[in-house]
């Protein structure tokens, strides 16, 4: 299963594209759009564990409301600060869950991935927050 | 009854991406740091975008299909585009993957 997650995850996303950019169920077109998803090059794949994937995946899902939610704390702030941090990495070998990190951090306004350093093993982030109380420096 | 909510709905929801986008694109006229204006775009690009396509989505309920296309490839395209912006915006360096290969 583990083996065979990318290749299905691929398959499926590639036909469920197929099959929104023609808006036909047809069973013709539905063979045309595997064959298509199958021709398609693919790049070399790892066994995914399913439980990360759908951690991963579900925390990106999660970011969207949330970006709605630092957008308008942003909007309404008085005055922001830009700061520097960093987070720990995925696996860098898994890189469908490093994509699903950087899609999830990069999304929400407050932050964005500048790159990994460390060798890999923590996200470089830049952050632009609402400045708290005390130091009130207005960009 | 119903079709007026859903049309409200919709302006509501073309206004407020509008709105967005006016906040998110102003701040590329103002003389701030290349950072602080990505994370401004990731609000109007992204999310005001994002708000205009649901807007459409409730206006158009016929073309679903390419709308969610649209409305997939932008948050992820945006997204990712943004962080490639910031990443290039960097002076290589020799710790990440990408200082490596050059």
């Given amino acids: 299963m583990r083996n065979l997650l990318p290749l299905l995850l ?24 595997l064959v298509v998803a199958l021709l398609l090059p693919r790049a ?15 925390r990106s899902l999660l970011a969207i409301p949330q970006a709605y939610g630092e957008a308008l704390r942003l909007i309404f702030a008085p005055a922001v600060e830009e700061r ?15 994509f699903l990190d950087v899609f999830r951090i990069t999304l929400t306004p407050f932050t964005i991935v500048l790159g990994l350093e460390d060798d890999g093993r ?12 005390q130091d009130g420096s207005r960009l | 009854m119903q079709g007026s909510l859903v049309d409200h709905t919709s302006l509501l ?15 590329l006229l103002e003389n701030r740091s290349y950072l602080s204006k ?13 708000l205009m396509l649901l807007g459409l989505l409730l206006r158009i309920p016929g073309q679903w299909p390419l ?7 932008l948050i992820v395209w945006n997204t990712i585009f943004g962080y490639v912006l910031a990443a290039c915006s960097l002076p290589a360096r020799d710790s990440t993957q990408a200082g490596e290969q050059r």
């Avoid at chain 1, 923590?122 to 109380?133: D, F, G, V």
């Avoid at chain 2, 709308?67 to 490839?73: D, Q």
């Fill in chain 2, 38 to 50: 990505l994370h401004a775009l990731s609000v109007a690009d992204t999310l005001g975008s994002a």
């Fill in chain 1, 84 to 98: 520097e941090a960093s987070e720990p990495a995925t696996d860098r070998a898994l890189p469908l869950l490093v």
């Fill in chain 1, 44 to 58: 070399r794949s790892r066994p995914l564990p399913l439980r990360a994937l759908l951690l991963a995946t579900s």
């Fill in chain 1, 122 to 133: 923590r996200y470089r982030i830049h952050s632009l927050m609402p400045a708290s109380k």
């Fill in chain 2, 67 to 73: 709308l969610t296309l649209a409305l997939l490839g």
């Fill in chain 1, 10 to 33: 691929s398959i499926g996303f590639r036909l469920a594209l197929w099959c929104l950019l023609t808006s036909d169920l047809s069973w013709l077109n539905l063979l045309i759009g």
């Fill in chain 2, 13 to 27: 929801l073309l206004g407020a991406g509008l709105t967005l986008w006016f906040w998110g694109s102003w701040p």
